[in-house]
T-cell receptor, first 113, second 117 residues
């Protein structure tokens, strides 16, 4: 158990809908990262937050947004969902924002039908 | 952007055999991370290598970082079925983005390891 908690574990929704994925980082970790893993794209970095502020942006679509709350949990919002958004979404956390290992949650499997 | 190439893409070995997985970067490696993933599950952190020539071991898994070759290798000794999974290397591109924010990990496409009993 990495200490990073993601909910829900599975999500099935229809195209055009909006969903929210939640991540609770390890106790004491200030940095949260979101990744998307799909069969054709592999593991792709989406966005990083550190202590409530956005620190880095990767291949995140405009239809996606995220935030980190004062209690350090983070949410990833996916809207206007398309079939191609079906993937495993991982959250990871680390103590600092560089040069430290990141610990991953179990992921949320999103299926868009 | 930094690209990581892993080889082989998949590997099937008999239990008890040794094996090596390689991760080669298109750019200078400043930090290299190895993770293991069971299909459809989360990533388990294995090791982080930060300096050239650094070598770390955990149980039967050893990882090395060769800065000059921009490469890292993961070696498993006397493999067991519990070693089966997808091994991913991730790199830490040094420096900051245009927005001044910090690092983001870039991952290789993974090596699927199957260990036959």
């Amino acid at each position: 158990d990495s200490g990073v908690t993601q909910t829900p574990k599975h999500l099935i929704t229809a195209t055009g809908q909006r969903v929210t994925l939640r991540c609770s980082p390890r106790s004491g970790d200030l940095s949260v990262y979101w990744y998307q893993q799909s069969l054709d794209q592999g593991l792709q970095f989406l966005i990083q937050y550190y202590n409530g502020e956005e620190r880095a942006k990767g291949n995140i679509l405009e239809r996606f947004s995220a935030q980190q709350f004062p209690d350090l949990h983070s949410e990833l919002n996916l809207s206007s969902l398309e079939l191609g958004d079906s993937a495993l979404y991982f959250c990871a956390s680390s103590v600092a924002y560089r040069n430290t290992e990141a610990f991953f949650g179990q992921g949320t499997r999103l299926t868009v039908v | 952007s930094q690209e990581l190439e892993q080889s082989p893409q998949s590997l099937i070995v008999q239990e008890g055999k040794n094996l090596t997985i390689n991760c080669t970067s298109s750019k200078t490696l400043y930090g290299l991370y190895w993770y293991k993933q069971k299909y459809g599950e989360g990533l388990i952190f294995l090791m982080m290598l930060q300096k050239g020539g650094e070598e770390k071991s955990h149980e039967k898994i050893t990882a090395k970082l060769d800065e000059k070759k921009q490469q890292s290798s993961l070696h498993i000794t006397a493999s067991q079925p519990s070693h089966a999974g997808i091994y991913l290397c991730g790199a830490d591109p040094r420096g900051v983005s245009a927005s001044g924010s910090a690092r983001q990990l870039t991952f290789g496409s993974g090596t699927q390891l199957t260990v036959l009993p």
